[in-house]
């Protein structure tokens, strides 16, 4: 069974920093883009980075470019997103997802991350 598994959120004040993990099993995810999502009570859901297998080449919305940062690990088939300086609109629930080719077509259940202020 091909699955992703988020864990590491949680209640955090502004201005703290959490750990997001993705675990990835069912099959090597090295040959596939990682990205992280997020969705807000009340939104749409919205890109928060990439990175790519190829080259490990990263991508991050304007709204958390600075702040977060993606990373992987191809040994441990898992992928990281650390966040720092977190903020209350950063509140949100977050995927974690796979893009074997040009769409993302595999994805976690979600973790949820509150920011307090």
């Known amino acids: 069974q091909v699955q992703l598994v988020e864990s590491g959120g949680g209640l955090v004040q502004a201005g703290g920093s959490l750990r997001l993990s993705c675990a990835a099993s069912?099959?090597?995810?090295?040959?596939?883009?990682m990205g992280w999502f997020r969705q807000a009570p009340g939104k749409e859901r919205e890109f928060v980075a990439r990175v790519t297998w190829s080259d490990g080449t990263t991508y991050y919305a304007n709204s958390v470019k600075g702040r977060f940062t993606i990373s992987r690990d191809n040994a441990k088939n898992t992928s990281y997103l650390q966040m720092n300086s977190l903020k209350p609109e950063d509140t949100a629930v977050y995927y974690c997802?796979?893009?074997?080719?040009?769409?993302?077509?595999?994805w976690g259940q979600g973790t949820q991350v509150t920011v307090s202020s």
């Open positions: 997802a796979a893009a074997f080719g040009a769409i993302y077509n595999i």
């Open positions: 069912g099959r090597t995810f090295s040959n596939a883009d």
